[in-house]
């Protein structure tokens, strides 16, 4: 897995002006311009590593000539106290890029740990494990990266890949229910690209066979109790793709595996995941 080296330079540069508009007044009023260092950068906690392609484009868009060497790669697990990289260069330079680069491989990594964990609960069934649109604003990119890191997949990147009507979009077609709701997706399908994926939200079982008769390509169950999954999926039988969906939790992926559903969407993945506990500390010569 790699990222596309513009796209993360786009990024990365957005985040260095603001770190620093004018420079670092700290590091140049007390370090000497010709100082130069080494430092590593340090697990503090366990986890699954994301982000050194993002952390080393950092450094270099500080200074081409700073060196930063991983020794774990993405996607590999790592345990409190191991060395990930070391970087070498000139003080006032990895101390401007120091931040920046670890606020990335924190989060990313944070990231790619905890959907570790939930890739772990889904073992020994079908299900996989996927990440929602509930993304920090303009570090989609990154982020979805780091799901994929942790065993994950991703869902649709944009409202322009794919079909998804959800319980709002159906309200308007349908007319706030006086309108037919299968003859209002099948008019949608027939307007569609065959190449376009179809997916439909329910929020309830009597809607499964009104969308199924739509011929959509996934149904996703919002916020359906776990017996409820279980029935919908023997209903559906194949017929689609089936996604559980809405406040799904750690504790209830292994049951919710379990009922035979395709993809578990995680909202929390993205949205609400804590950084990593990693650290950049300067060597002693």
């Not at 595996?257 to 300067?282: F, K, P, Q, Y």
């Amino acid at each position: 897995m790699t990222l596309a080296a513009d796209a993360i330079d786009r990024i990365v540069r957005i985040a260095l002006d603001e770190d620093a508009p004018w420079g670092d007044v700290t590091s140049e009023l007390l370090i000497p311009e010709d100082a130069q260092v080494t430092a590593i950068l340090a697990a503090r906690e366990d986890g699954v590593l994301a982000g050194a392609q993002v952390f080393a484009a950092t450094m270099r868009l500080v200074d081409p000539a700073t060196l930063v060497t991983f020794s774990v790669r993405d996607a590999e697990p790592f345990t409190s106290g191991q060395v990930l990289a070391t970087v070498s260069g000139f003080a006032r330079n990895v101390l401007r890029g120091e931040r920046v680069a670890l606020n990335f491989v924190q989060r990313m990594s944070g990231i790619a740990t905890l959907t570790a964990k939930y890739v772990a609960e889904t073992v020994g069934t079908k299900a996989h494990i996927v990440d929602t649109r509930k993304t920090t604003p303009g570090l989609r990119l990154l982020e979805r990266y780091a799901v994929r890191c942790g065993g994950g997949f991703n869902h649709r990147y944009s409202l322009s890949d794919a079909v998804l009507a959800k319980d709002n979009h159906l309200a308007i077609v349908t007319d706030g229910g006086k309108k037919d709701l299968t003859a209002a997706l099948i008019e949608a399908r027939n307007r569609l690209p065959h190449t376009t994926h179809f997916e439909v939200e329910v929020d309830r079982p009597d809607q499964i066979e009104p969308v199924l008769a739509a011929g959509v390509d996934t149904i996703m169950l919002d916020n359906f109790t776990t017996e409820q999954m279980r029935d919908a999926v023997k209903q559906i039988n194949g017929r689609a793709l089936v996604e559980a969906s809405g406040g799904v939790q750690l504790p209830r992926i292994h049951e919710i595996a379990e009922t035979g559903v395709d993809i578990i969407s995680v909202g929390a993945l993205t949205h609400s995941v804590r950084a990593l506990d990693l650290g950049l500390d300067i060597e002693n010569n």
